[in-house]
């Protein structure tokens, strides 16, 4: 594991619940940070020289830094032949993801990005339960979660979740669950128009993107400054699919046009990070160096990179030729 922030907390306790999986190493830049994340999950290597980290007896890497990074560690892992596990959202831009799947590729390992709603079974069953609300014609996907470090940035304080220098704002962050949920339910749009809300820092705060698929419309509705009480929802000509809380979903009904309410067979995972450790396995084991899960982070980057075009949201890595 690389990277000790509570979403490598997660991680480590959704390895614990996959037999083929065990949290063997952690890579820190600090001795004591690492050894108190090993301390706390049982894991008994801790390494401070990534060199030497990636040159011990590990399968794969999970990675769990800051994006500007991921692709360059991500790289010299999988030129050392490990197997990669980057959390979302992968990389910068559609430039640098594609630099991995090829580097991916070349090494014969396997990349896999840790996008939660892709491997939870709630999107299997609206995909499964779909025709039954008729022609689809608009989709919400919104995440909206006040972040627990926004008190401190109104207060002036400015940590790396607020930190634009970092290739983080709201989209890359947030928004992320809801385009790629999109792109891949929906496929690639015909067009796409954006608009967000920067803070004094430039950091965008919260922002919609609405992308036209022909006969529907979908949007992407995100926030990491304001809290929102609504679902997602698929609306279709008869009725309507509500899926809570993208990221982890709770629940899947049906609303249907005469008002009958149809409450699908779904029981939430406690750590839904538990399906996308199995699916890694499962593509390592069988040595799937390609995998349909490469189109999605593909598609949705280019969306994003669309996106953020048409905001002025523009990181460093984004002048790398």
């Known amino acids: 594991m690389i990277g000790t922030n509570f979403v490598s907390d997660w991680l480590a306790e959704a390895a614990k619940a996959v037999p083929d999986v065990e949290v063997h190493a952690v890579y820190s830049r600090k001795q004591k940070t690492g050894e108190a994340f090993a301390g706390k999950h049982c894991i008994s290597h801790v390494y401070t020289d990534y060199e030497e980290f990636l040159n011990s007896d590990i399968d794969a890497v999970y990675i769990a830094t800051p994006t500007y990074v991921h692709c360059p560690q991500a790289m010299e892992a999988m030129c050392h032949k490990k197997h990669v596990l980057c959390e979302k ?62 008190d401190r940035f109104r207060e002036g304080e400015i940590l790396n979740a607020f930190n634009p220098e970092l290739s983080n704002a709201a989209i890359m962050d947030i928004g992320v669950y ?24 430039g950091f965008e705060g919260n922002g919609i993107v609405l992308m036209q698929y022909g006969g529907l419309t979908a949007e992407a509705v995100y926030s990491k400054i304001t809290e929102s009480v609504n679902k997602s ?24 046009r005469d008002g009958k309410r149809e409450v699908l067979p ?47 949201i523009v990181f460093q890595a984004d002048s790398v030729l």
């Open 89 to 150: 959202i992968m990389a910068v831009n559609e430039r640098e993801a594609a630099e991995m799947f090829a580097c991916a590729k070349e090494n014969q390992v396997v990349l896999l990005e840790a996008m939660r709603p892709d491997f939870d079974p709630a999107l299997d069953l609206v995909k499964e339960y779909l025709p039954k609300i008729g022609k689809l014609r608009r989709v919400t996907m919104e995440y909206c979660q006040y972040s627990s470090r926004y």
């Open 178 to 201: 809801c385009i790629h949920t999109l792109v891949r339910l929906l496929g690639m749009p015909k067009d796409v128009k954006a608009f967000s809300t920067k803070l004094h820092n």
């Open 233 to 256: 929802i698929f609306v279709g000509e008869e009725g309507s699919i509500l899926i809570g809380k993208i990221s982890m979903p709770d629940s899947v009904e049906i609303i249907y």
């Open 266 to 312: 779904y029981v939430p995972a406690e750590n839904n990070m538990v399906y996308e450790v199995q699916e890694f396995a499962r593509l390592v084991r069988e040595n799937r160096v390609e995998h349909p899960y490469k189109k999605y982070s593909l598609d949705t980057l280019r969306v994003t990179d669309e996106a953020r075009r048409q905001n002025g």
